[in-house]
């Protein structure tokens, strides 16, 4: 129930406090906050009972029938008489500047003779911090109508659900609330993710009729990847979905709630609804959370504006970005390597890309229905292929059947470069048959050759595809036959030629000392 009252509400609330009812008790009969029963009664001229007399008629009435003012009961601590810590004022003073705790401090002053309990030292430490804190100054952040909207998660109510055995889980809540009107849309979710994050912003969206030109959120994953207050890295699925419908994303900073205190207390406010109950689905749980915004949230009003929030937000629909025709086709993001075939592989499944970016990295963006290869240096759009129902394994683009060259012709190229029979071999396996040998397989040939002059050297691989070719054979099982029984010759460790070690040490030592008695005899005659 909102705090505006139907005609028939106050008639029965003024009756009640004319009976003498407390606050309390009004509340509890009728369901009405007692803030605004109390509010109602002193329109209609009722007493209301101050606090602290319960049990005793009020004092202006008593003193309007000439009776008697009843004495005064107070049941609390008498307020007039001084406390207990005064005399340990400045030990408990210096215990809260050190940061101890109002329990530690309680039971250090009763190894000093405190008399006085826990709840007189917590008492007496908060009026301490009170009287030490300086107010924060906080400025109230004004926005235009349609200009800033806020989003939050909360937490929602009990819901079973039935991919877990029909247990009760709690739900996610998301609100999204505009800063202008303080209009609101709660929506539940069974979990989170990137694509739940950017589904909810769109049924919101939907919800609203348009959509605002701004996003004020949290740091929370499913939209910031990297939190930065200057320069942060947003979830590039979630830009996606803002700019189609022509919204920015500004993250506030980390841990200040303040820049989204709107959208914080939306939050709080639904949640004191929701999170004590369960329901049976997640379905009957929002159709409940859509009856109470319709009957309570929407038509109270609200205590910052002091305006109801529907006839509100009416002003500022149309205000809001038109929505587009179409929803938002969302894709998951990667990065694949093009193969030397051409293709890249996503999610088992292969699609041709452009002969420019054999052996590149490009972006891909994919989903049920598209798979798109982006280039990842100029972020332009290289090709898009559409998927198909069933176990295809291959997509080449209609426009690259003709155009896309077959990677044999640069390998090719590399075999002539070495040498003119490697390159003659080399071309000969890539002009196979390829109605009976698939190409993969003259470029695994192809590359085995290459490979072969690493660990057998250049020459000797030219000598073995010029026996191949001559021998009419000029395939790579030819060559790799003749490599395996003709192996280089290999450098002997002992050998007829080769002298002993001693020999060599002997001669050294020979050479050095007739050096030696050359350069004593020039010395002696120089002398």
């Not at 215990?95 to 709840?119: N, P, T």
């Not at 002992?494 to 001693?502: K, M």
Request: overall charge positive; aromatic content about 6%.
């Amino acid at each position: 129930m909102g705090n505006v009252m139907s005609k028939a509400e106050q008639e029965q609330v003024v009756a009640l406090g004319k009976l003498q009812w407390s606050l309390r008790k009004i509340e509890e009969a009728t369901g009405c906050r007692r803030e605004t029963v109390g509010k109602y009664l002193r329109l209609a001229g009722v007493p209301v009972r101050p606090p602290g007399r319960w049990g005793h008629a009020p004092a202006t009435a008593a003193a309007a029938d000439g009776g008697k003012p009843a004495k005064e009961v107070s049941l609390g601590r008498n307020t007039g008489q001084a406390s207990q810590c005064e005399d340990y004022r400045a030990r408990i003073a210096s215990a809260v500047d050190k940061g101890v705790c109002a329990r530690v401090i309680w039971e250090e002053l009763q190894g000093e003779g405190f008399k006085g309990g826990y709840a007189s030292v917590k008492r007496f430490v908060r009026k301490l911090k009170a009287a030490a804190a300086t107010p924060v100054p906080v400025g109230t952040i004004e926005t235009g109508p349609g200009e800033e909207a806020q989003v939050d998660y909360g937490e929602g109510p009990l819901v079973r659900d039935p991919a877990r055995g029909g247990r009760l889980v709690r739900t996610r809540l998301f609100v999204l609330t505009l800063g202008w009107s303080r209009k609101a849309v709660y929506l539940l979710a069974l979990s989170s993710s990137s694509e739940e994050w950017c589904s909810l912003h769109e049924r919101a969206f939907r919800a609203l009729g348009g959509a605002p030109a701004v996003i004020v959120l949290d740091n929370l994953a499913e939209g910031v990847k990297t939190p930065d207050y200057c320069d942060p890295v947003m979830n590039p699925a979630y830009l996606q979905t803002l700019g189609h419908y022509g919204a920015v994303a500004v993250p506030a900073r980390v841990r200040d709630p303040d820049r989204k205190g709107k959208v914080e207390r939306g939050v709080g406010y639904a949640q004191l609804r929701l999170e004590h109950r369960t329901f049976e689905s997640l379905a009957e749980a929002q159709a409940f959370l859509d009856d109470w915004v319709a009957t309570v949230a929407d038509v109270r009003v609200h205590g910052t504006t002091k305006r109801v929030v529907r006839e509100h937000f009416a002003e500022e629909l149309g205000h809001l970005r038109a929505l587009p025709l179409e929803p938002c086709r969302r894709y998951r993001f990667g990065r694949r390597k093009v193969k030397s075939t051409g293709v890249v592989e996503v999610e088992a499944t292969t699609f041709s890309a452009p002969a420019t970016h054999v052996n590149l990295w490009v972006q891909v963006q994919y989903n049920g229905d598209v798979v798109r290869l982006v280039d990842e240096a100029t972020g332009a759009l290289l090709v898009e292929h559409r998927r198909k129902a069933g176990n295809a394994t291959r997509a080449v683009a209609p426009e690259a059947k003709k155009s896309l060259p077959s990677p044999v012709g640069e390998l090719v190229q590399r075999g002539s470069a070495l040498g003119p029979n490697i390159g003659r071999l080399c071309a000969a396996i890539a002009s196979v048959d390829r109605a009976h040998t698939p190409e993969e397989f003259a470029v695994r040939r192809v590359r085995a050759v290459l490979r072969a002059t690493t660990q057998h050297g250049v020459d000797h691989v030219e000598r073995a595809c010029g026996v191949a070719i001559d021998a009419g054979a000029p395939t790579w099982r030819c060559v790799r036959a003749w490599l395996d029984h003709h192996r280089p010759a290999q450098l002997a460790q002992v050998n007829a030629l080769i002298r002993d070690l001693t020999t060599y040490r002997d001669i050294a030592a020979r050479l050095s000392a007739s050096a030696n008695t050359a350069e004593k005899r020039i010395t002696k005659e120089t002398a």
